[in-house]
């Protein structure tokens, strides 16, 4: 299983960009995708992770109304559309994925994830 992260840069305040995350050995139409987020200097961190059986997205607070998570299941592809960026959303982003259904008090843990990409760089500036 591979998954390949894309779609960083650099931008200006209240500009977009979209990631995407292509996935080769794995189906995104079940289990559960994940964003996750490591700034310099912090812990990785939850941005937004969806359960495709079910439905169902979740934002991390901060992102919420500015990204969304999609799929283009033809190219076994998500995407993070992120809109208005500001500064505080400068960090490398990763794509997680797990074929398990995670349950919502487990979805925001990037130990329950099994599979990575390698990250990308995203530098929003004021």
């Known amino acids: 299983v591979q998954l390949q992260a894309s779609g960083g840069g650099s931008v200006q305040a209240g500009g977009s960009l979209r990631l995407t995350c292509a996935a080769s050995g794995l189906t995104f139409s079940s289990g559960t995708v994940g964003w996750f987020r490591q700034a310099p200097g912090k812990e990785r961190e939850f941005v937004a992770v969806r359960r495709w059986q079910f439905s169902t997205t979740y934002y991390k607070d901060s992102v919420k109304g500015r990204f969304t998570l999609s799929r283009d299941d033809a190219k076994n592809t998500v995407f993070l559309q992120m809109n208005s960026l500001k500064p505080e959303d400068t960090a490398t982003y990763y794509c997680?994925?797990?074929?398990?259904?995670?349950?919502?008090?487990?979805?925001?843990?990037?130990?329950?994830?099994?599979?990575w990409g390698q990250g990308t760089q995203v530098t929003v500036s004021s």
């Open positions: 997680a994925a797990t074929p398990t259904n995670l349950i919502s008090s487990e979805q925001r843990n990037d130990f329950r994830y099994d599979y």
